[in-house]
């Protein structure tokens, strides 16, 4: 029996379209929720993420994080030692210890984040209860909170939604009317969107989370939760659990998304037809022009997706409908469908879907197919180069600013650039 027939097809309970989803378990190729940190601690300003781990935790932040270890930087890792480990310290002392010495020598920390990983978690160390230990010692001036990074329950971007969780429980309840987007966004992009709301008639608008870790924001009945991020399902349920409803729309990549999301918005705030347009009018008109050029490079082209970020979805919807791309399949670590069901309506219905990862299996499929573009991570990038096979690098498209008009071209030039490359090696 070949590899692909040996895979269970499930069909999906969705209503609509109903599209066969490929289940899959064994050897995964992804980074762990750890990585999170990268471009949380860059998001909060006034926040330290202190992972609690080991070497090997401590090696992963530093090498997602590149050069950024040589700023004064905002995270780090307590590393569990043996005397840790076999219970001759006291992990929970040793822990108070490190904290108190670091927020000393950093003043400026007003959010301690502990981190917890793979060691921490297996020795069962409780990252919580030393939490609300240390902030009996520490609030108001610094606030600490936990959440988990480890490999064992999350994958890559899981990090923020946990990061973003722990947050939840400590939102103050208001019963006044807002618009929350939820999900890190770069300062620029929120930026931009924080304008077009305006100009929409649309607030109060906060971003959550947004650049301090000290500005929480409130949560209630009648706040309206715009999702910028697909990856935070807990947090979105958490959020929701407080009362909060969400307003159903596409994520904001390319045109099509940013336009739809903003919609979801001006509806619930009753903006004018008239006045929607006139906003978004010149700003479409400017996106898809930007687009163009790379339309032409990307249309017709057969994309494969292996499982990363959970961005996956949302952004074959914008490749397929607005670059005119052939998705092969779209590979996502795990799907949410509530957090997803606007996107899958807009998928093509012929497209494979996977879910998880047998990593053998699908590079297996990956070969068979000879896609023209394959997303991985950098681990798998390099092999499949070798194989001829082009490839674009899944991480970036986490670090790089990608949501809304103005970075629509240069989400789409991200999958432009290995092609490109390729043709001007050829020639
Ligand atoms: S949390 Fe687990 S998977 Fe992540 S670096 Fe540490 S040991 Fe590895």
């Given at each position: ?173 208001t019963?006044?009317?807002q618009l929350l987007v939820v ?11 924080r ?8 607030g109060p608008v906060n971003f959550f989370p947004g650049?301090?870790?000290?500005d929480v924001p409130s949560i209630?009945?009648?706040t ?204």
């Amino acid at each position: 029996m070949s590899n692909l027939q040996d895979i269970p097809v499930v069909l999906s309970q969705r209503t609509g379209t109903d599209l066969p989803v490929l289940r899959e378990r064994g050897q995964r190729e992804v980074f762990c929720g750890l990585t999170g940190i990268v471009w949380l601690h860059r998001k909060l300003q006034d926040a330290f993420f202190l992972v609690v781990g080991s070497r090997t935790c401590a090696h992963l932040v530093q090498s997602a994080a590149g050069v950024m270890i040589f700023a004064e930087p905002r995270f780090g890792t307590a590393i569990l030692t043996d005397r840790d480990l076999a219970g001759i310290a006291d992990a929970n002392d040793e822990l108070d210890r490190v904290c108190i010495s670091l927020l000393e020598r950093r003043p400026e920390i007003k959010a301690l984040f502990l981190v917890g990983s793979c060691p921490s978690e297996v020795i069962k160390l409780d990252l919580a209860r030393a939490a609300e230990r240390l902030n009996e010692r520490l609030l108001p001036q610094v606030r600490v909170l936990s959440y988990s990074g480890s490999g064992i329950e999350t994958t890559f971007t899981q990090g923020e939604d946990n990061a973003l969780k722990a947050f939840v429980p400590i939102m103050p309840q208001t019963d006044a009317r807002q618009l929350l987007v939820v999900g890190c966004l770069p300062d620029v992009v929120e930026d931009q969107f924080r304008r077009q709301f305006e100009q929409l008639g649309i607030g109060p608008v906060n971003f959550f989370p947004g650049r301090r870790a000290q500005d929480v924001p409130s949560i209630g009945p009648n706040t309206q939760l715009l999702l910028a991020q697909p990856f935070n399902g807990e947090t979105v349920r958490a959020l929701t659990a407080r009362g909060a409803t969400v307003l159903a729309a596409p994520y904001p990549f390319g045109v099509e998304g940013t336009t739809a999301w903003l919609r979801a918005a001006a509806r619930a705030w009753q903006t004018p037809d008239a006045q929607f347009d006139a906003v978004t009018a010149p700003l479409i008109k400017r996106a898809t022009a930007a687009l163009e050029r790379y339309r032409t490079k990307l249309a017709g082209k057969r994309l494969f997706m292996l499982p990363d970020s959970q961005l996956e979805i949302p952004l074959a919807r914008f490749l397929n409908r607005e670059m005119g791309m052939a998705l092969v399949e779209v590979g996502t670590p795990y799907l949410d469908r509530q957090m997803v069901s606007e996107e899958l309506a807009l998928l093509p219905p012929d497209v494979v879907l996977s879910e998880g990862q047998h990593l053998e299996r699908q590079l297996d499929r990956v070969r068979a197919a000879r896609p023209d573009l394959t997303v991985c991570g950098l681990g798998l990038a390099n092999p499949l180069e070798a194989e001829g096979l082009a490839t674009k690098w899944s991480i970036e498209l986490v670090f790089s600013p990608i949501h809304g008009y103005d970075q629509a071209a240069d989400l789409a030039e991200l999958f432009v650039r290995p092609l490109a490359r390729r043709e001007r090696l050829a020639v």
